[in-house]
Structures are given as structure tokens and as C-alpha cells.
């Protein structure tokens, strides 16, 4: 009962923390404070993310080096006022491994079969939520690599482009929403938004049929016990 609880706690607390971070992003993305004050936000999801690993020793091992790694770039990026490209760069890739790693290990969590739990619940839906964050940072590393990637109403955005735009730009393309007030422009952006609209399609598929299994499994055993 008590490891339950743990996990629902753990996973309550990745979820409200990526929603944080979510929320804070158009408000204090204007001043070098407010970014401060983001970068800490999603130190707390690294540190949830982290935590939902700790039962599996060896994914929680790989990923807290890769979580601290993350948070160092991430401050002295910050320091720099993100001016390094070398330093924005490295940050992005460690995060992008870091989060792809969690994302991996949260999706075959829900895929076991088990009980509806509220935990459960809480995995799936943050990992969706991880899923936005996610191809939030890999547009970000794609807009370094290629600058100019992206484009709103019809004009490239060039140099450091505000958090909340490619945030904006996951969350639409994950849900399809498809607003198409920003889009990318160059082949490698393109490609990434074709897959994670895929993907948010896809997930939402699978995450309603292992609902289902699970349903259909529970009430087979209860049914075997009564019968019994």
C-alpha cells in the first residue's frame, strides 16, 4: 500500500510540475529574473522526472547524472544570457536525452499490465504533457542547429526564440490543433512536427487500449475470484 502511494505521489508531483512550468512560461519569459525563475521551475520537473525512475536502479543511475549535467548547462546558460551558442547547445542535448530517457521508461510503465490506479492516471498524463516538453526542447535544438527553422506569420524567427513560442508550437502539434500561426520552414523542423503529431495521435490511441486491457482484466479476476 505504502509503495502505491509513493508512486501516485510521484507522479502527481511530475505532473503539477510540468503543468508549473507550463503555466509560468508566458509570464516571465520577458525579464532575466522571471528566466531564473523558469530555469528553477523545470529544475523541479527534472527532479520529479528523476524520482518517477527510482524504482528501477539501473534507468534511476543513467538519469540522475544526466539530470544534474542538465541543471548545471541550464544555470550557467541562464548566467550567459544564453549567448553561448556552445553552452545552448550542449544544455539542449542533455536535456533532450534526459527527457527522451524518462519519456522511454514512463510509456513502458503504463504498457504493463495492472489495475487502474491513480497513479496510473497521473503517469499517462504526464507523460503526455512530457511528450510536449520534449519536442519543445528538441525544436529548440533543431532552431540552433538550423537558425531561422521556424517561422511566424510568414517571417523567420531568428536568434533566441521566446520559451513559449516553440512551447505554444509543441502543444498545438501535439494535440493537432494545427492553428498554423507559427510553422517550421526548414525540412529537419517539418519532419520533427509531422512525428509528434504522430505520436500525440498514436499515444492517445494506445493509452485508451491499455485502459481498456486493464479494465477487461480486472473485471476477468474479479469475476474468476467470485466464481471461486
Not at 542535448?93 to 496510473?120: D, H, K, Q
Not at 492516471?121 to 504533457?129: A, D, H, I, P
Amino acid at each position: 500500500m505504502s509503495k502505491v502511494l509513493h508512486r501516485e505521489h510521484r507522479a502527481l508531483f511530475l505532473l503539477l510540475s510540468i503543468l508549473l512550468f507550463f503555466v509560468l512560461n508566458p509570464f516571465l519569459q520577458d525579464s532575466h529574473t522571471g528566466e531564473g525563475f523558469l530555469v528553477a521551475s523545470l529544475y523541479l520537473t527534472l527532479v520529479a522526472a528523476t524520482l518517477e525512475l527510482s524504482e528501477k536502479k539501473v534507468l534511476f543511475w543513467t538519469a540522475l547524472p544526466l539530470a544534474g549535467a542538465s541543471m548545471i548547462l541550464l544555470f550557467f546558460s541562464h548566467i550567459y544570457f544564453y549567448q553561448v551558442r556552445e553552452l545552448r547547445l550542449a544544455s539542449t542535448i542533455v536535456l533532450v536525452v534526459f527527457l527522451g530517457l524518462v519519456s522511454i521508461a514512463l510509456f513502458i510503465y503504463i504498457l504493463r499490465p495492472g489495475a487502474i490506479t491513480a497513479g496510473r492516471l497521473y503517469v499517462s498524463v504526464g507523460l503526455y504533457f512530457l511528450l510536449g516538453l520534449f519536442w519543445n526542447v528538441l525544436y529548440g535544438l533543431v532552431d540552433i542547429i538550423q537558425p531561422g527553422s521556424f517561422a511566424e506569420a510568414q517571417l523567420p524567427l531568428l536568434g533566441r526564440i521566446e520559451p513559449s513560442k516553440l512551447l505554444y508550437f509543441s502543444l498545438a502539434t501535439l494535440t493537432t490543433l494545427g492553428y498554423g500561426d507559427i510553422v517550421p520552414v526548414k525540412p529537419a523542423a517539418r519532419i520533427l512536427a509531422v512525428l509528434e503529431a504522430a505520436a500525440g495521435v498514436l499515444y492517445i490511441a494506445i493509452f485508451v487500449a491499455s485502459l481498456i486491457a486493464s479494465y477487461q482484466s480486472t473485471n476477468h479476476k474479479s469475476a474468476s475470484l467470485m466464481q471461486d
